[in-house]
Structures are given as C-alpha cells and as structure tokens.
C-alpha cells in the first residue's frame, strides 16, 4: 500500500470517528455547548500533550506563529461559529448549510499544488451532498427565512472555516499531526472564556454523563482531530472530502442502534447516494482502473 493510500485511510478514520459525536453527546447530559467544547478539548489537548513529553517531542509544539494560527482558528473557529448558528437558525438548516464543508474541501483542493480537479470529482462530491441534504431534511422541502441571515452567515463561514483549515494544512504538510495537541488546548482555553462570557454552568451529572464526555475528548472531539490532519497533508483530499459526507448517515445508523432515532427510506436512499458519490469521487483509484491505466502505460 503506498504511503497516499495509507494516508487516506487514516484520514477516512475520522469520518467514523465523527459519526460518534451524536450517540456521546446525547448520553453527556445538558452540558452548555461552549463547557462542552473546552472539556473534551481540554481532556484530548492534556493527554496528547503528556504522551510528547513522555516520548521526549515536545519540541513538535514549538511551531510558527502562522501554524499556529491556521491551527486554532480551525479547531476553535469552526466550533464557535457552528454553536453560533446552532443558537440562531433551527437545526435543520443550520446543518445542512454547515454540509458545505466537503463540497468546499473538494473545491479548495484544485487550487493546491499538484492537485487536479475533475469532473468526477465535482459530480461524487454532488452526489454526496445530496445524500446528506436528504438525510437532514428527513425528506421536507426546506424555505430559508430571511429573518435567519445572521445564523446561516455563520453557519456558512463555518463550514468555509473547516474546509480552508483542512486544505491550507496540507501546504504546512511538515508539520507533524501531533502539534494539533497544541491547538486542541488553546481551542480548550478559548472555548473556557466563551462559556464564561455567555453560558451557565452545567457539569456532566454523574459517572455515565462523564464517561460520554470522556469518550467525546478521546475520539470525535479528540484522536479525530489528529487522524484528520495526518489524511489531508499526506492523503487524497478530494477523495476525504466526498467520504466526510458518510458522517450523517454513520451517525444517522449509530443513533437509531443506540435507541436516539429511527430508520427510513430517506436513509436508505442517503446511504445509497453517499455511497455512490465515494465511488464516483474514487474513480481513477479503482483497482480495474489502475489495472487499465498500467496496460496503457507498458503500451
């Protein structure tokens, strides 16, 4: 397996990692958002941080001051601009706004180089976004109301924000995936400061609410972060960003396994479309493809 492909599937982990974060934080209680966000980064930032100095690399924390920018207005800009539209703009559309984000990732990608933008790739990335488009709205026409502007602006920049962090990553691919450490706790600390400025205190109540925030900052709020950053330096980006759109439907399928949700047709068909969008985003990685590409060659 090549080290691209290797990459890939590394960075595709996360995708099922996300898929989690709707079974924990349901089960976390009624944590205010921003708290929430500072404990499972927090908790992910600490013990990434102890497990460098164990193994003696600390020294990947000490990075450029743009690093560091790109790193936490990514981590920390994407949260607080999806919280502000969460508050704003119902659920439904703030979420499927903030599905822009892949479609942008696969656009973004053809402005790096070395990268090529086809038209499969724009036609899997369609495709995709229509599955989860159908899995959001359950199906419903949806009408956008102007008295919402300010919520779907945010959620809109949210998901500009995600897709440009992940695509000018890949132009700091020397910096290791293990400096998201550093950005997780400075996400922590900003989050802490929004909580104070504009939530109440509610904890987790008791061991299983604690261990749902334990397992938030372990995997989609945690080890996510840093399999993300490793798929989309070294990886096919294009190909993560049509997989990203698999997120609502694993998530859709893990909820209705753990008694949240419900199954229909609308998954079904959404699985159905997310899955072909893969296949079609993939198209010159499939094996019978390369197979012909190589007769072409020795030709």
Not at 70 to 80: D, Q, S
Not at 118 to 143: C, E, K, N, Y
Not at 175 to 187: D, I, N, Q, Y
Request: one cysteine or more; proline letters at 4%; hydrophobic letters at 55%.
């Amino acid at each position: 397996m090549s080290n691209r492909a290797r990459a890939t599937l590394i960075g595709l982990a996360a995708i099922v990692m996300w898929s989690m974060l709707g079974v924990f934080t349901g089960g976390s209680g009624a944590v205010p958002p921003f708290l929430l966000n500072a404990l499972c980064f927090g908790l992910s930032g600490t013990v990434a941080t102890i497990w460098l100095i164990a193994r003696g690399r600390a020294n990947v924390l000490r990075q450029p001051l743009k690093v560091w920018a790109v790193g936490t207005l990514g981590l920390f800009g994407y949260h607080a601009l999806y919280f502000t539209a969460l508050r704003t703009v119902p659920l439904v559309e703030a979420g499927l706004i903030n599905y822009l984000w892949p479609l942008l990732i696969v656009l973004f990608s053809g402005l790096l180089p070395g990268e090529r933008l086809r038209i499969h790739h724009l036609a899997g990335v369609v495709l995709g976004f229509s599955g989860a488009a159908l899995l959001v709205t359950a199906g419903r026409s949806l009408a956008l109301d102007g008295g919402y502007a300010f919520g779907y602006l945010a959620a809109f920049l949210a998901a500009v924000v995600w897709a440009g962090y992940s695509v000018v990553s890949r132009r700091f691919a020397g910096v290791p995936s293990e400096a998201v450490a550093g950005f997780c706790l400075a996400t922590a600390l900003l989050s802490l400061v929004c909580h104070a400025a504009f939530e109440q205190t509610v904890l987790p109540d008791g061991p299983f609410e604690w261990s749902m925030v334990l397992l938030l900052g372990a995997f989609p709020v945690g080890l996510a972060f840093f399999v993300w950053d490793h798929g989309v330096k070294h990886g096919d980006i294009q190909l993560i960003g049509t997989a990203a759109y698999a997120t609502p439907v694993l998530s859709t399928l893990l909820l209705t396994l753990t008694g949240y949700g419900t199954l229909g047709w609308t998954t079904a068909i959404a699985c159905a479309l997310v899955t072909l969008g893969a296949v079609v985003a993939a198209w010159d990685a499939l094996p019978f493809r390369r197979r012909a590409a190589g007769r072409r060659a020795v030709t």
